[in-house]
Nanobody, 125 residues
Framework: QVQLVESGGGAVQAGGSLRLSCAAS????????MAWFRRVPGKEREGVASIDSDGNISYADFVKGRFIISKDNAHDTLYLQMNSLKPEDPAMYYCASEIFAPYSDCRHGWGMDYWGKGTLVTISS
């Protein structure tokens, strides 16, 4: 049973940083694409960043230069380093994984096999 568990969300001031983690358990697939998504109530889900098993990385334009996605294969953990947080960044952030993805960028989210329950990021005034 594959499980993805996010952590690291919280309240941070605008301009601050947070690092989100996504711990995968029961996960033994050599070919996959993992991604971070975010959703604000009443808005469409957005693909934030993705990384595939070959290390190909893609970012949404609205986080380029500010967020960094990375993966620790030894510990089956996906990370999202979020820097220079903006007032528009607060959302529930989810990690997800697609097995045997035929593409390197899975930010569209169409074929994700597993989703975490999310971790909430807010901006404090």
């Amino acid at each position: 049973q594959v499980q993805l568990v996010e952590s690291g969300g919280g309240a941070v001031q605008a301009g601050g940083s947070l690092r989100l983690s996504c711990a995968a358990s029961g996960y033994r697939y050599s070919r996959h694409c993992m991604a971070w998504f975010r959703r604000v109530p009443g808005k469409e889900r957005e693909g934030v960043a993705s990384i595939d098993s070959d290390g190909n990385i893609s970012y949404a334009d609205f986080v380029k230069g500010r967020f960094i996605i990375s993966k620790d294969n030894a510990h089956d953990t996906l990370y999202l380093q979020m820097n220079s947080l903006k007032p528009e960044d607060p959302a529930m952030y989810y990690c997800a994984s697609e097995i045997f993805a035929p593409y390197s960028d899975c930010r569209h989210g169409w074929g994700m096999d597993y989703w975490g329950k999310g971790t909430l990021v807010t901006i404090s005034s």
